[in-house]
């Protein structure tokens, strides 16, 4: 079960990373927060590894709203955040798949429904 919270956490946390990028208000926070803390997630590492102004700007200190938008719209064009989506679909397979060796009961129900909610979040 431990295996299960921690691949359903990962996946959720990924996805939570993506809807930062694309925007959605469910995650309650503004969108481009990770990027203007320069937080280095998984998608913002591959960008910046792909594109000089979204490495630059990643590693700014002072960087405008309007350098943040466009930075935020470079990694959109990007084929990055389909490799992080695969990701978090994979946390969720691995979930998934850790409770198939669970005998039936309402906790293992209760996880299989927390990744269903994970699995919905995503866009």
């Known amino acids: 079960m431990g295996l299960c919270g921690f691949n359903i956490g990962m996946a959720f946390q990924i996805i939570d990373d993506i809807l930062d ?4 208000a469910r ?5 481009g927060i990770d990027l203007r803390d320069g937080t280095p997630l998984y998608h913002w590492v591959l ?12 590693t700014a200190t ?4 309007s350098e943040i938008d466009a930075a935020l719209q470079r990694v959109r064009r990007l084929d990055v955040l389909s490799a992080v989506r695969r990701l978090a679909e994979d946390y969720t397979e691995r979930a998934r798949d850790t409770l198939e ?3 039936y009961s309402a906790y293992r129900q209760a996880l299989a429904d ?9 866009l």
């Open 114 to 122: 927390i990744i269903a909610e994970v699995e919905e979040r995503r």
């Open 27 to 31: 995650t309650g926070k503004p969108v």
């Open 47 to 58: 960008a910046a590894a792909e594109d000089a102004e979204v490495r630059r700007v990643f």
């Open 62 to 65: 002072d960087a405008t709203d």
């Open 21 to 24: 990028v694309e925007g959605d």
């Open 101 to 103: 060796s669970l005998p």
